[in-house]
């Protein structure tokens, strides 16, 4: 403001912003502690679209930046499920598949088909310690096993559930003929 007295340009505070507070209150122009009315009334419309700006930028930041997290969180979730020993239960697994699909619906993906594995031959050869080979259970085992990985069992899940059916199969089998 000019100070006709002096003949100077002075300044004075007429709104404090704080800057980490996101509800910071909006002012009136009876609030500024300054100025004409009609100052008053821009200043506070100025400040007012500068906050609701800022808002507006820290809740992009926040989605964004959020990307990098949950790609972190789903590649240690994967590095753990793909493991000799996961830490997630199935009951985990099964939570994380549903906020998955919950994401998915939100971003309009449609859920791409289950992929048809590669036909493999089962070998004819007998291992030597055991007599028999863990393959030759044949190709219908393994897509047992595989249905059961993909509806969300863990290895663990899927070596106990095929054992149980009278297939004793190891959680290496099942790893290594389910990815």
Do not use: C
Not at 8 to 26: A, G
Not at 90 to 113: F, K, S
Not at 156 to 176: C, E, L, P, R, Y
Request: positive net charge.
């Amino acid at each position: 403001m000019y100070d006709k007295e002096t003949k100077r340009t002075r300044q004075k505070l007429v709104w404090t912003i704080d800057l980490y507070d996101p509800r910071e209150p909006r002012p009136t122009p009876a609030e500024l502690a300054a100025g004409t009315p009609e100052q008053r009334e821009g200043w506070a419309a100025e400040i007012t679209k500068y906050l609701d700006d800022r808002k507006e930028r820290a809740r992009q930041n926040t989605v964004r930046s959020g990307i990098a997290v949950v790609a972190g969180i789903m590649k240690k979730i994967t590095e753990d499920l793909n493991s000799q020993t996961p830490t997630l239960s199935d009951d985990d697994r099964q939570r994380v598949t549903a906020m998955v699909r919950g994401w998915a619906e939100a971003l309009h993906i449609a859920p791409q088909p289950a992929r048809k594995p590669a036909e493999r031959k089962a070998p004819t050869t007998a291992t030597a310690t055991t007599g028999e080979d863990p393959r030759a259970f044949g190709d219908e085992l393994v897509e047992q096993a595989r249905s059961l990985r993909s509806s969300g069992l863990s290895i663990a899940g899927v070596a106990d559930k095929m054992t149980a059916d009278g297939h004793k199969v190891s959680k290496s089998w099942v790893q290594k003929w389910t990815t």
